[in-house]
Each structure stands twice: as C-alpha cells, then as structure tokens.
C-alpha cells in the first residue's frame, strides 16, 4: 500500500528573527533565504560543437543542455558565491552577525590556500560566522547541508550553506567528454532553527565509492602529482576517463541513497512534492526520476540553460525555481547527487 508524505498539524509558527534564539525551543531547521546566480556571459552549444566539429544539435541530443554561463576574465569563485549568498541573507532579512556558521561547497577555491569561505563570510559582513570549504564535488552541497542541519538543531543558530564553482576554467576545450557538460553558478540556503520538527532534514543517505576514483579527476595539482615545471597543462584540467561507466554508476548512486533516505523517514516516492536531482544530464535526471517512479511534473531542473555547475546545481535550481514552485511548510524535497570519487548522496528536506 502506498503511504502519502504526513503534513505537520497544529504546529508552532516559525521563531521571530528579530529575537534571540534561546527564547525558543528549537527542534526543527528550516530554510529562510534562497539565492542563486550565474555569469553574464552565456555560451551557446552552436560554440562548442564549431570546435569539437559536431554536427549542429549533437550535444542537446545527448546531454539536454541548450546553453551554459562562464565566468569573466578576473572573476573568481568567491564574487559568484558572494552574489547567491548575498540574495539568500536579504531574502531572510536576518541580521548578519547572528549567523555561526559558513560552509561553502567547492572544487574551484580562490585559492588552493587559505580556504575560501572565511573570505567570503568577511564579504557578507558575517562577523560572528565560522568559514570552511568543503570538497564533495558534484555531491558538496548535500554533504554541507546535513552538517549544516546538524549544527543549526544543536547550536541553535543559523548556517549559511552556499555550492559554487568556475568549471570553465578546469575544462580541456578539445575534450568532448568535459567541454560539453560544464558550467560556472552559485546557489545558497540559509538555515535557522524553528520549533517544527519535522523540517530539515528527515532522511539522509550519504555514499562513497573509491573503487571508482579515477574516473573523474583533475591529474595534477595535489599531493600525488604536484605542480611543477614541466608538468602538461591538459593534466591541470578535468579527465573523464569513462562516460558510460560514470553515467551509469551515478544513476544507481543517486537512486540507491534516494530509496535509503526515504525509507530512513518512513516515506515513500509517492510522498515526494518535489525531486531535485543533480543537473549532470538530462537523461540521467529522467531516468533517476523514472526508477523513483516519480513524475516529470515533480522534478525540478535548470540544466537546459545553465549547465552542470557540480556542487551548485541543486541550490541554483532551488532558488532559480522557487517563484513558480512556492515551496508550501509541509512539503518534501528530496534532493540527491553523485560525482566524482565517487561520492553522492541523498537528502529528503522537510520544507
């Protein structure tokens, strides 16, 4: 028998912002803000299929992408985050200081070192915030958010959660695998803690695979081949070394922890308002949704002009959606990814 999703009844309204968080009990995390944004600049297909020597329409066929953003020249990964961090914090209307905690989900840093979110917390005038840089690839951002929801129920303060990456940067442009998919964007949740229990997270799946390392990777730059003189410029960029395997090990990836992180709340697929699955390819997302059995009116996408910007993906698509979904108190999101390392995971998020 199919179970529907329970919605909450008879329960408390959310806390008021403008007053400490100890005049509560909270028990619940809830997303108060939304932001996303991508570069100005938009690469069509017709661009990249002229240097590949791709027939015209080759990539949508394959990926459902229409078109992707780059980053300007001089622009760097914090000024992408800082623009979706900075409409989730004014989306809130959250003094800025009472926010403890800023995780910023990343394979593109400023810089190698330090970390990026300090500085990015000191952009946003986050002056009680704490800032670190998380490294999941394509799966970053589910990683950050179940820290995140962690810490907003038993610090009782909110976290700004925010995925970016500049991938136009780490692309070989003559390898088609790559060139095809990636995109630069930002997207960020800011979180805080409500009365209600059954917001944020209520089941969650996390995976890994490091048999299944060198799939993807980006050769030369760590500790294993460090940069140095000599070194091949193709080795500094992203290497895919087998499509077909990663495509069909991330499906199995992301529906594996999506029915985990249901069955860990007691729901079923029927019981999803909203699936939310990495924007990697159009037809990995359809057949994800097909073998959750969820429907195509319930799937949330912004792949067809924005790309696989890894991490950034589910945020951007859960704010650039927002105005049309109007998430109601009650509903579910399930979120899920897997990327490099491989790594992924699934999130079913009580709004």
């Known amino acids: 028998m199919t179970r529907s999703a329970k919605r909450p009844t008879g329960s408390q309204p959310p806390h008021d912002r403008n007053h400490p968080m100890t005049a509560i009990t909270p028990t619940g995390c809830e997303i108060i803000g939304l932001g996303h944004h991508a570069p100005d600049r938009v690469v069509k297909n017709a661009e990249i299929e002229a240097r590949l020597g791709l027939e015209a329409g080759w990539i949508a066929r394959r990926t459902g992408i229409n078109e992707r953003r780059y980053a300007a020249d001089g622009e760097a990964l914090t000024d992408l985050a800082f623009a979706a961090a900075d409409q989730a914090l004014r989306s809130a209307g959250l003094a800025r200081d009472r926010v403890g905690l800023t995780l910023l989900a990343t394979s593109t840093p400023d810089h190698l070192l330090p970390p990026s979110a300090p500085l990015l917390a000191h952009k946003l005038g986050l002056t009680g915030s704490g800032g670190i840089d998380l490294t999941g690839a394509c799966a970053g951002f589910l990683y950050a958010l179940a820290l995140a929801d962690s810490f907003v129920k038993t610090q009782h303060v909110p976290v700004l959660v925010v995925a970016a990456n500049i991938l136009s940067r780490r692309i070989n442009p003559a390898d088609r695998g790559s060139a095809i998919l990636f995109a630069d964007a930002a997207g960020a949740v800011l979180l805080a803690p409500t009365t209600r229990k059954n917001a944020g997270v ?79 390819n159009a037809r990995m997302t359809s057949m994800v949704a097909h073998q959750l059995a969820i429907a195509d009116d319930r799937t949330l996408s912004t792949i067809a002009n924005f790309g696989n910007s890894s991490a950034a993906t589910i945020p951007f698509t859960l704010s650039a959606r927002s105005a049309e979904r109007s998430y109601k108190q009650g509903a579910t999101v399930l979120m899920t990814a897997a990327g490099a390392g491989l790594t992924g995971g699934a999130i079913l998020w009580g709004w």
């Open 202 to 280: 209520r089941g969650v799946k996390l995976a890994s695979s490091g048999a299944d390392y060198g799939l993807i990777q980006i050769p030369a730059g760590g500790s294993r081949t460090p940069f140095a003189e000599g070194v091949p410029i193709d080795d500094t960029k992203m290497l895919i070394a087998d499509g077909k395997a990663v495509f069909a090990k991330a499906i199995a990836m992301m529906v594996d922890t999506s029915t985990a992180a249901l069955a860990s709340a007691g729901l079923y697929a029927s019981g999803v308002d909203h699936l939310l699955p990495h924007q990697a």
